[in-house]
């Protein structure tokens, strides 16, 4: 069956870009000049997805105002000239068909997953996760689906990360099938140095199937008290099979400052307007320290 359906987690407080996360959504933190949301939109969209949910909180309309249309810019910009700004902003918002729902309880990116059950129906979905952007030659929502396809089995996203890191993500069991395709067999989230199977943790993209919303339903909260979308994810595989894929591409992990300074500095390295002048900046700066 196509993959045709995304969705989008963004209902998190995002305590860790506290004091900005307070005011403004830390889904719509600029990555030079776009909404990090923006980048995930359009990864979904390349890797072609029609459908998009994004699962949003308290104080987060800013998310749905910006892919909506805006009459007041388009008015400006059309009188000014600014033709080029003008299609850029109708463009988003027709990129795809971007609907959606509040999580209305804090309660975990399983919870936030499982608000999606009637908008995924009976169809296999991808799952991008709103902290962490990708950027890759072959969108990783696109490279998922393509494992997908050939195995028609769920898939998650890995990355190997380091032992200081493993403990704060997920660790997962594997054999591997071929090349950057492994075959999961047990995953732990947030596991102590003792439990950790392997340093392969799912970052930020998983395609799953609609299976997973009865075991989401029936899931215990875990790790911080929340519904934990790897343990949710666990049990689908020990049921239908589970498939992991090594994808290509560098991910920031935008919960962190950290992530978003890096995030920032690649891009503005690549941006026709920034980049010679931040080259320039980065270069006297080396000097300086």
Not at 105 to 122: I, P, Q, S, Y
Not at 160 to 168: L, M
């Amino acid at each position: 069956m196509k993959v045709t359906k995304a969705v989008i987690p963004a209902a998190g407080l995002g305590t860790r870009m506290l004091p900005i996360s307070k005011s403004v959504p830390k889904e719509m933190l600029p990555i030079v000049d776009k909404p990090a949301i923006q980048y995930l939109v359009e990864e979904a969209v390349a890797s072609g997805i029609t459908d998009i949910l994004i699962v949003t909180g308290r104080n987060k309309e800013a998310i749905e105002n910006h892919f909506d249309h805006s009459l007041e810019y388009y008015e400006r910009l059309e009188k000014s000239g600014k033709t080029k700004q003008l299609e850029e902003l109708k463009a988003i918002a027709d990129m795809a068909n971007i609907s959606f729902i509040r999580q209305k309880e804090a309660r975990g990116l399983g919870h936030a997953v499982l608000c999606a059950k009637t908008f995924v129906g009976n169809d296999p979905f991808a799952v991008l996760y709103g902290d962490d952007i990708i950027f890759s030659n072959t969108p990783v929502t696109k490279q998922l689906i393509d494992v997908y396809n050939k195995f028609t089995l769920p898939v998650v996203g890995v990355k190997k990360v380091t032992e200081e890191q493993i403990v704060k993500y997920c660790s997962l069991k594997v054999d591997s099938i071929e090349d950057n395709v492994y075959r999961v067999w047990d995953m732990i989230e947030k596991p102590t140095p003792d439990k950790v199977f392997s340093l392969l943790s799912i970052l930020g993209r998983v395609l799953l199937i609609p299976e997973i919303f009865p075991i989401l339903e029936k899931t215990a909260p875990g790790a911080g008290g929340e519904i934990q979308l790897t343990d949710a994810m666990c049990a689908l595989g020990k049921r239908y099979g589970m498939l992991a894929c090594e994808f290509e591409g560098t991910r920031y992990d935008l919960g962190s400052k950290l992530g978003f300074l890096l995030a920032n500095l690649d891009i503005g390295l690549e941006h026709p307007e920034t980049m010679a002048e931040l080259r320039k900046y980065i270069k006297a700066a080396a000097a300086r320290f």
